[in-house]
Each structure stands twice: as C-alpha cells, then as structure tokens.
C-alpha cells in the first residue's frame, strides 16, 4: 500500500473524532449562578383559573383533546441572564414525564431559555408568543401556515422552544419575523437548538421528532411527539 491511501484512511478514521470541535460549542449559565436557588420539576393537575382563562384563549369545543388529557408542568430553567427561574408549560398527560426529564437535564446542562409563560398570557397567540421568545406547549391551534389542520401542538405533544432565538422558516418567510436575526444556524446563540445540541439528543432519544430536520420548512423551536395511530 503506498502512503497516499494510508494517510486518506487515517483521516478518515480520525475525521469523526474532530466533527465535534469543529461544530459551534452551545453558550451555557455558569451553574456557580445557581446559589441557594431549589430547582422545581413538577407535573400536577391544571388550577381551575388557569383552566377558566384556556377556555377564553387556548380550548375551545371541537379540539382534539379535553383539558383533563393535559397536565400544569412546573420547571425551572436558566434564563438569558444566566440566573435561575422557573416557568409553566401546559402538556398531554402523555408526554409529561419525557417534559419533565428533558426539562430536568436541559437544567443541569446549563441550557439557556429566556422565557417560559403559559401562552394563555398571549391569549393564546402564537405570533406574540413567538416574538417574545416564549416557549410553549399546548395551543388548540392550526399547523402554521395550514389553515384548518390542528398542530400537534393542539394535543398538547408539540413544544416550542425560544420561538425567537429559533425562528421556523420557510422560503423568504421567517416566524416570527425577529427571528430573522438568528438564521446562521452555524453559530452558536443563548439558548439556540443547532443539530448537535444537547436538546435535540434528549429529544429525539425519546421518540421526538425536532423541526430542524425538515426539508419543506425547518421550525427550529418545534420538538413533537404524536401519538402512535
Ligand atoms: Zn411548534
């Protein structure tokens, strides 16, 4: 064998070893941050008020799934000051405890969010939700972009998360429209979800199906689980 192709299947060898250094390193909360913050994880049942204002904003008669399918979380994560906070999400019954776990380990990992309200704060609209970097769960609402077909977010089996920082793109269109700034997806930003990100991993190892990969679109915010037909 001549040298030429020993040194080809050397790099070849080696190649895969160095991808990881050579990908964007995610920008994390420093966990000394953390002081004598005590972190919640929580799943329980949705408050009364809360159920009353989803009835005004997010549940209407004719969605897929009754608000008993849906459970409050509670879950503390970094925010873009790199402070500790907790925030809600709303969530099928079914993917809470996946919600909990991902949530739990994006926290010791020093994942960044910058905001977790429940969307009925935003009336339940996704546009406002969006630009404010909200992330979100449960919305009876249609697919973006779809009129007239529920998102798997109207099940309570879709989240999304900092909606600004990951904007969803198809063509020239960008949502929400602030996102605009955040389209290298090879840099690395507070809270950004890029293919090698510690998100995507607790995702997908769960049965999660992250709208990054899509080809027609990619909605970078967007992790989904559907319920098997
Ligand atoms: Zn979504």
């Known amino acids: 064998m001549n040298r030429i192709p020993v040194v080809l299947l050397l790099l070849a060898c080696t190649a895969p070893a160095l991808w990881p250094q050579m990908n964007p390193t995610e920008i994390l909360a420093p966990s000394s941050a953390r002081g ?30 009754p608000v008993s399918d849906l459970r409050l979380l509670v879950l503390s994560y970094w925010n873009y000051d790199g402070k500790p906070d907790t ?10 405890k996946d919600l909990r776990t991902i949530f739990h380990k994006l926290f010791r990992h020093g994942f960044m969010i910058e905001r977790m309200e429940l969307i009925e704060n935003y009336n339940g609209n996704d546009e406002r939700s969006m630009e404010a970097n909200n992330t979100s769960a449960f919305n009876c609402r249609d697919i973006t972009l779809h009129p007239g077909k529920f998102s798997n977010h ?45 998100a995507v991993k607790l995702f997908t190892k769960r049965g999660w199906t992250w709208g990054g990969t899509w080809t027609d679109r990619q909605d970078y915010q967007h992790f989904e689980k559907p319920k098997r037909q």
């Open 154 to 198: 109207s099940w309570g089996r879709a989240v999304d998360v900092n909606t600004l920082t990951n904007p969803y793109t198809k063509g020239n269109i960008v949502l929400p429209p602030g996102g605009r700034a955040y389209l290298d997806r090879a840099r690395a930003y507070k809270g950004g979800i890029l293919a090698d990100s510690y």
């Open 87 to 96: 925030g809600m999400l709303i969530a099928n019954k079914a993917v809470a």
């Open 36 to 65: 004598d913050f005590h972190p919640v994880f929580r799943i329980q049942d949705i408050p009364p008020f809360v159920i009353a204002k989803m009835n005004l904003t997010t549940w209407h008669a004719g969605c897929p799934v």
